[in-house]
């Protein structure tokens, strides 16, 4: 008897545990190679991956977090950047979207413009203004204060943002930055905004956790991504870190 009270009352703290976690379907879009995979690979797993190759349709990572107390899961769809690799998915990456990152490469100014794109293709997928939106520019490391031209500045990106109601990060998925770099902003040496990936991922989960509704999302039932095409990617594990 006293063994089932004690069976039930455990099957009830996990049952509560269960209920408490909630969990956020993130997408991650942006060109190809500005390091979408890198990045969510980062804040899964807490490492840069050795040889990252292109994504085909979607992989899948999640993390979970503890915000104020709660459970929070966030589930990051790394979505392929090559047009030829996401056409058949593209309305899967959008169904039941509870925030997107937005990640260009710091310095390849082609990846920032094509943020346009990227905001016509959410707008073509009726993603609402309510979603919070988070822009990311990745590859933080490799900025070369010698070739601001042929960069995207950081009041590029933040008018950007400013622009189209999202947060902004700079970051690099390689090498933690440090809080402030020194950079030159014309005669004057000037701080980057530099932050860590953990940074990006504690704001999404942070924003997410003031959701009042109860979030789900449909996991896929047959693995940890989705594949089209047939190539073989054989040093990029599928797999989900929680
Ligand atoms: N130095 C540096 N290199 C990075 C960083 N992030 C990614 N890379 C490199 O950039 C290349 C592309 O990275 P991926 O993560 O595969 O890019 P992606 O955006 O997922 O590309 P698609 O799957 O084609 O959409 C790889 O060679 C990475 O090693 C970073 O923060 N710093």
Known sequence: ????????????????LLTRCRTF???VIGDSAVGKTCLTHRLCAGEFPIRPEATIGVDFRERLLEVDGEKIKLQLW?????????????????????????????TCPASFTSLAAWLEECRQNSLGQEIPRFLVGNKSDLRDP???GRQVSQEQATSFAKTHGM???????????????????G???????QDNVEDVITAVAAKLKKQKKPSMVN???YGGSFKIGNKKKPDKDQWNCC
Do not use: W
Not at 187 to 193: F, G, K, N, T, V
């Open 167 to 185: 947060v902004f990060f700079e970051t690099s998925a390689k090498n933690p930055p440090k809080k402030c770099t020194k950079g030159r902003r």
């Open 78 to 106: 790394d979505t392929a950047g090559q047009e030829r690799f996401r056409k058949s998915m593209v309305q899967h990456y959008y169904r039941n979207v509870h925030a997107v990152l937005f990640i260009y490469d710091v």
């Open 219 to 221: 996991t896929p039932m």
């Open 187 to 193: 005669d004057r040496e000037a701080p980057y905004q």
């Open 146 to 148: 010698s070739r601001t």
């Open 25 to 27: 379907k993130v997408l």
């Open 1 to 16: 008897m006293e063994s089932s009270l004690e069976f039930s009352s455990s099957l009830g703290s996990v049952s509560s």
